[in-house]
């Protein structure tokens, strides 16, 4: 997460509306609408989630979720976990998931990408199709969907990577084919500038981005615990 960390307990509130993502939603699919019913010690007791047809949409006890919340004029974004359902106070359908102790205030809507000490071996592919020498480069940040990687000139967008994620862990490497998305310049003091390029996944398998996914959330709460540690 790039935004600032903020205490949840201070943005979190009764009748505020969230966004709720499941660990195993489609990557791109809308979140299902809820609402904070009632702060109980360390639970969330939120309004049940439901789907198109207006069927309750229950996740797994212990599933990982990725929820944003509406703020004043900004976002605000957090993991959780769920761990029960029931009603509240006898008659309202809710999920009790847990409250986090911080969550990240961000100004731009969706899902997330999180800042990752991983590699890539990058193999540009020009309008031609022509395949590049491969290049190891840090990777910027990860999502289920897509990363950024840091190279030293401009990529043309639309154009296509081949790219192998060096030792994921939890996985190992993987190879898969990009397309890119973003081109940015990186301004750095007393050195030339880089580029950070986002790409977009083609043709990921679901148990692939599924992996990524789990992955991440582990990333997310290793960087939490070292905020609250500091």
Not at 33 to 42: A, K, L, Q, Y
Not at 177 to 201: A, K, L, N, S, W
């Amino acid at each position: 997460m790039a935004g600032e960390l903020v205490q949840a307990r201070g943005v979190l509130s009764i009748g505020q509306r969230l966004e709720i993502y499941f660990e195993n939603s489609e990557e791109g699919a809308a979140g299902y609408t809820s609402r904070i019913e009632d702060i109980i010690g360390d639970e969330l007791v939120v309004a049940m989630p439901l789907d198109e047809r207006r069927v309750p949409v229950i996740p797994h006890t212990g599933e990982n979720l990725y929820v944003l919340a509406g703020g004043d004029g900004c976002h605000y974004r957090f993991f959780s976990v769920h761990r029960s359902h029931g009603r509240h106070e006898g008659r309202i359908p809710v999920l009790h998931i847990s409250l986090p102790e911080v969550a990240e205030r961000f100004q731009k809507r969706g899902l997330f990408r999180i800042r990752v000490n991983l590699t890539a071996t990058v193999r540009l592919v020009d309008r031609e199709g022509k395949i590049d020498a491969p290049k190891r480069v840090p990777v910027v940040d990860l999502s289920g969907s897509g990363l950024a990687f840091v190279w030293p000139k401009s990529v043309p967008l639309d154009s296509e990577a081949a790219l192998e994620i060096n030792d994921l862990p939890g996985i190992g490497t993987i190879e898969l084919m990009t397309h890119v998305m973003r081109c940015t310049r990186i301004e750095r003091e007393e050195d030339v500038p880089i580029y950070h390029i986002g790409v977009q996944f083609q043709s990921i398998s679901r148990s692939i981005r599924d992996k990524i996914i789990r992955y991440l959330f582990q990333v997310q709460r290793a960087q939490v615990e070292r905020v609250k540690d500091e």
